[in-house]
């Protein structure tokens, strides 16, 4: 992954001091940040704690995708969305909660989820993709369009009080078609949440990115990192690649 | 169900299997089975001991498991063909398996089976 270093001023150098020091960071890998494009799929429990965390860590852009009105049921999780939004779009939200903390990183704000449709134009204006949506349908979507595009692509997910997170790094890792070769018929749209398990798993998620941002230490490319937070349970699995994936195979 | 125990007390001598070796008669393997997400509502079980018989297949094993923990527990994991889902990984000793890679079990075998999760 290319990314078009972008110089700091003296503001930003004093925002970001203290990550500065990280050994590998430096003001090279604040500029890397910086020049960097995210793009995140949903803004809610998960993907709203990807995008504050990497906003706060100085990403200098955005391509950030969610349809829909906020609704009482998200509050419990979606920490981009307040009492006073509710009603409104969530999108919205998140521009307004990002832009409260960092005024200085660019949005570019979708009020639409991904799908087949949108995909592609979505990846190809990012450097790096986030897939943190609740149907396996956009999940699927983003996975083909990244694979296809040559952009890495994190992909985290929760369910209760569990949560699974890998890095796909296409013509390196599998891919998710590799890991879920079909569409799941169990999987339910609606599930059981608290916000601090997909917070736990969206700062997982934020902390991959600016791994492969920065190039510090060692993604989660080609594992699957298993955990459950009620017992304290982690597994680090290695995804086995299916050479007949319709997607990343041979 | 015959060939699955729980393991209530101590191990049972075992010395270790490899796929393929047959075993003495009365023989049996040790594994433990960790169930995530769904499963475990189904199951009402997390982590599971179980003393099986030598040469246990996974496919053998889950239909087990499923003569045990009942319809739904057999539905989730299997097609109404009786054929595994592909959308349920099997990891061994934290490798994802392959459907042609479910061959037999070996003692000591750390088994997880995941549920497919997409919350957010």
């Not at chain 1, 396996?136 to 369009?145: H, Q």
Request: net charge negative.
């Amino acid at each position: 992954m290319q990314i078009h270093r972008q110089p700091l001023n003296d503001t930003e150098r004093a925002t970001y001091e203290w990550q500065m020091w990280v050994p590998g960071v430096g003001e090279e890998g604040q500029e890397k940040l910086k020049g960097a494009t995210v793009m995140i799929s949903r803004l809610g429990g998960l993907g709203g704690v990807v995008a504050y965390e990497l906003a706060a860590a100085g990403v200098g852009r955005f391509i950030l995708a969610h349809g829909g009105n906020v609704k009482l049921s998200d509050l419990n999780r979606q920490l981009l969305m307040t009492y006073d939004w509710v009603g409104k779009p969530r999108i919205d939200s998140v521009a307004r909660r990002l832009r409260e903390l960092n005024p200085f990183a660019e949005i570019v704000a979708v009020p639409e989820q991904v799908h087949e449709g949108n995909a592609a134009d979505l990846v190809g204006q990012a450097d790096l993709v986030i897939d943190c949506a609740p149907l396996f349908s956009e999940r699927f979507a983003m996975n083909r369009e990244a694979v296809r595009q040559d952009k890495p692509l994190i992909e985290c997910a929760m369910y209760e009080l569990e949560a699974q997170i890998t890095t796909i790094i296409p013509g390196q890792t599998p891919c998710l078609n590799c890991l879920y070769p079909e569409d799941p018929p169990a999987w339910q749209r609606e599930f059981p949440v608290f916000g601090a398990v997909s917070g736990t798993v969206g700062c997982l998620a934020a902390m991959e990115a600016i791994k492969l941002i920065t190039g510090i230490g060692t993604p989660l490319a080609g594992t699957l990192l298993v955990m459950d937070l009620r017992e304290m349970r982690f597994h680090k699995v290695a995804i086995a690649r299916n050479p007949a994936c319709p997607v990343c195979g041979d | 169900m015959q060939a699955l125990s729980n393991l209530s007390a101590g191990r049972s001598g075992s010395v270790g299997s490899i796929t393929g070796i047959s075993w003495g008669k009365g023989m049996a393997i040790t594994i433990t089975v960790e169930y995530f997400g769904q499963l475990q509502r189904l199951t009402g079980e997390r982590v599971e001991t179980l003393e099986i018989a030598p040469n246990t297949t996974i496919p053998g094993l889950l239909n087990e498991l499923a003569a045990r923990y009942g319809e739904r527990f057999r539905d989730f994991l299997f097609t109404p063909e009786g054929r595994l889902r592909p959308s349920i990984p099997i990891i061994m000793d934290d490798y994802q398996l392959r459907e042609e890679q479910y061959g037999a079990l070996h003692d000591g075998a750390r088994l997880l089976i995941l549920s497919p999760v997409a919350g957010g």
